[in-house]
């Protein structure tokens, strides 16, 4: 099933902890609807505007799967909202600033960049709410002192 011309439903479900576990990562109806819209919204326009393959990292998580991968209880990615991508051999920092510039979501973070790692370290995390309103928050996480910190604005090492 296709959520918009280069993106598809497989892409946004495919985790291997939940095949490696047997964790059934199928949405809703209403998750499903969400997923329509980050990709339409989010995917949908990088891809356009880059004309470059988004490898999908992570989208919609199942409550279990979420459990399996520590995720936040409250993450957009199991309501079906959020997606985490990259666009291998374009620096995630860039692709963020774009994002940031010309998209309207919810939620950007910039999670664990580090530029001394190449281009593709880290990922983007991306979320767009279609009940709106957006809130256009942008965050950079980072690992300080082994723990995760969130910082506002995108931040570099």
């Not at 209880?73 to 010309?102: R, V």
């Not at 973070?109 to 709106?132: A, R, T």
Request: aromatic fraction near 10%; glycine fraction near 8%; charged fraction near 20%.
């Amino acid at each position: 099933m296709k959520l918009a011309p280069n993106f598809s439903l497989g892409e946004l479900t495919k985790s291997s902890t939940a095949t490696r576990l047997g964790i059934d990562n199928t949405p809703n109806s209403e998750h499903l609807i969400n997923m329509v819209y980050v990709a339409s919204h989010i995917l949908q326009p990088v891809r356009n505007h880059f004309g470059r393959v988004v490898t999908i990292n992570s989208g919609y998580r199942s409550p279990k799967l979420n459990t399996a991968v520590r995720g936040s209880k409250t993450s957009q990615h199991c309501f079906g909202q959020a997606a985490d991508f990259e666009i291998y051999g374009y620096p995630n920092h860039d692709l963020a600033e774009w994002i940031k510039k010309n998209l309207e979501f919810d939620q950007l973070i910039l999670e664990f960049y580090n530029p001394k790692e190449g281009p593709n370290s880290g990922w983007i995390h991306c979320s767009y709410n279609f009940k709106g309103p957006n809130r256009k928050k942008v965050m950079t996480a980072l690992v300080k002192n082994g723990k995760t910190s969130y910082l506002n604005g995108l931040v570099t090492k």
